[in-house]
């Protein structure tokens, strides 16, 4: 995905509406193909070759629709009977998609107490998925990815952030917490030269991205965890989300305090 626009650097991190729109573009398109925004489409376009890019809109999401352009590039100096590339690795993964919703509202108030919770959040986020034995793939605007050894972990570690966030917005008396979506699922996982895809990482995403927050998980990550009072989830009915791509059962973990999203 390729967007042109203004970011804000916040523990590592690059956040606003520019980091988020280029997701939204990459997750839109098939592997291989590459989505460019309309912003920046006349920039590249001298340095494009093969067929022309095709206009399109981008699923839509909460935050809705993106007008832009795909194409698939030219691939040069690989033969269709090249032996297996040995830096492309298959495996099966359980995936944390931690999102962090109204980044670019909150930044547009240029609040230094703001940034420093920001960077407290992602903080946050990385010491949850070490305690539960996670490691962190890629972190893309306000959103990380992480990689579980078992869905028991990966949920874990999405329970422990809730319990964070609401901890640390009550020491900050203000009344209001993060607005966080939490995605689980498990899936075939490719790595390329230390980079993660998958449809995995994608189901992932549309979970966080659900607008009421909280920690989601597919119905195959529930089937694993046991009947415990450790995990009280609740079978979710998404079929009227409409952005909301089909195929796949939802549950919803519900903490016992009543504090989810």
Known sequence: GIHEGSAIRVAGQFLGVAPNLTYHLMASVAGGEIAVSETAIERIRPRLTGEAPEAFKTPRRPTGEISGFKFRPERTGVAADDPPDDSITQQIAVILVCDLHGTADLLETDDAAARR???????LLRQCAAGAGGRELKALGDTLIMEFTSGRAAVRCGAAVLRGVDSA??????????????????GELTIVEGEAFGSVIGWCVALAALPE????MSGEVR??????????????????????PSGL???KYIPSNGMGS
Do not use: C, N
Request: hydrophobic content about 35%; charged content about 20%; cysteine-free.
């Open 117 to 123: 919770e920001l960077g407290e959040y992602f903080t």
């Open 249 to 251: 059962d939802a549950f």
């Open 169 to 186: 917005s009550q020491r900050a008396g203000t009344g209001q917490t993060m607005r966080i979506g939490m995605g689980v699922h498990s």
């Open 223 to 244: 089937r694993t965890l046991p009947d415990s009072q450790e995990f009280p989830v609740e079978p979710m009915d998404l079929s009227k989300v409409d952005w909301f």
């Open 213 to 216: 927050g909280g920690l989601w």
